[in-house]
């Protein structure tokens, strides 16, 4: 065995180099060794298999790749996460502590530097009450987008975030955040009387942990929880990218399902919210300038590189006048259409009752329809799905 510490721990290596990942791995000899290549397979090894210390090769260390495997810092804050960096620059180093990285070493690594990691690790742990088990799991992020106003967002938010509260059984563990940081209105759609926003948040950005988090959370009657946008436009310069990557990082440890609800533009906070995210559901009105809107935000999307398959395609006011024809849509956007919404007079009347369609008017066609979105979301998830008419309008 490579090492003289007697414990076996699990450790992830992310490098996008064969070479440097196989240095890496070999030194890690005796021990249960998981690779990722990437940062969305490292995230998924960081809920699912336990790791206990997780090291990031060089192939990271350089601006971009520093704030890409920061997302990994969001998943479990007690997790030791080390960053390995060939020729350590200035330049590196301040990028990497902005976005909180706490151990950065220099490359080559070598058996010492390792036994050092895994001591640090021990030493955690002799420090922790035994009793303590942090939450492995983190919650799933769902973002409803649409880079255009009156789309159908907070109407789909407010329904599927319900539903979700509803079908999981554990409303509780339900949470929308209103990122529609000028204009939002998800709290008056569910008739939630918010004694805090999102503004509150920021204003004790360093202080923020998740009992003054909750603390800031309205409460639906459902039991679903809410974290309001501001109250007035002019308070949203208030709240920076930093504070709203901040908080959702809080919620994704919080609950299972954080809903998020958006402005119709994909500025940095919105941005950086869909990084942040598991599925996304963009939703497209049934007229030409949504269709061409959609083409131009996905074509910003491609240029980031974001991955295609967390985007769900959700139609909105399907059985309207506007005939588009369907084929040409999904070739034009180059995604097919994975649930329709019907165009119905029971959703407006639902927003001015302040209660949402789908409780409202349970037994109606849009409500099936919205349960059908839910169920896109919960796909994968155990719990009970209503399969009922899935994917039913088109095929
Ligand atoms: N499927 C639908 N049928 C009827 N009215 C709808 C439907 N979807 C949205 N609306 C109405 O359109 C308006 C805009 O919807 P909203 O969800 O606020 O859009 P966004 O958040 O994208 O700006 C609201 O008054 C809403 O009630
Ligand atoms: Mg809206």
């Given amino acids: ?46 809920v699912e298999e336990g790791i206990e210390l997780a090291v990031i090769g060089p192939g990271f260390a350089h601006e971009a790749g520093v704030n890409e495997a920061s997302l990994l810092l969001d998943i479990q804050p007690s997790l030791p996460i080390v960053l390995v960096a060939d020729g350590l620059t200035t330049d590196v180093l301040r990028a990497a502590i902005r976005v909180g990285f706490k151990d950065v070493i220099d490359a080559p690594l070598n058996q010492s530097k390792i036994d050092s990691m895994l001591q640090h690790i021990e030493r955690a742990e002799a420090m922790v009450a035994p009793d303590f088990k942090p939450k492995t799991k983190i919650g799933k992020v769902i973002t409803i987008m649409s880079p255009k106003g009156g789309a159908g967002k907070t109407m789909t938010s407010s329904n599927v975030g319900l539903s979700l509260a509803m079908m999981s059984g554990t409303p509780e563990r339900v949470v929308i955040m209103d990122a529609d940081l000028q204009f939002g209105d998800i709290c008056i759609s569910l008739q939630v009387e918010p004694q805090h926003t999102i503004v509150d948040a920021a204003r004790d950005i360093d202080k923020l942990d998740e009992q003054l988090l909750d603390s800031l959370l309205a409460t639906h009657v459902s039991g679903m929880r809410v974290l309001s946008a501001p109250l007035e436009p002019s308070l949203a310069d208030e709240v920076s990218t930093q504070v709203v990557v901040k908080t959702l990082g809080m919620l994704k440890r919080m609950f299972d399902y954080v809903v998020i609800d958006t402005a119709p533009f994909l500025d940095e906070p919105v941005l950086s919210i869909l990084e942040r995210s598991d599925v996304v559901l963009l939703v497209v009105d049934m007229d030409l300038p949504a269709v061409k809107n959609a083409k131009l935000a996905l074509d910003t999307l491609k240029l980031i590189k974001f991955p295609f398959e967390k985007i769900k395609l959700i139609l909105n006011r399907v059985n309207s ?75």
């Fill in 1 to 46: 065995m490579a090492t003289d510490l007697d414990s076996t721990r699990s450790i992830l290596v992310v490098d996008t180099d064969t070479a440097a990942m196989d240095a890496a791995v070999s030194l890690l000899d005796g021990h249960k060794v998981y690779q990722a290549r990437n940062i969305s397979d490292a995230q998924r090894k960081l």
């Fill in 321 to 395: 006048k506007a005939r588009l024809d369907i084929d040409e849509l999904e070739r034009s956007l180059g995604l097919e259409v994975q649930a329709a919404i019907s165009s119905d007079k029971l959703v407006p009347r639902a927003v001015n009752e302040g209660e949402p369609v789908v409780s409202l008017y349970p037994r109606s066609r849009v409500a099936k329809d919205l349960r059908n979105v839910t169920s896109l979301v919960l796909d994968g998830d155990a719990m009970d799905e209503p399969q009922e008419e899935k994917r039913g309008w088109f095929r």
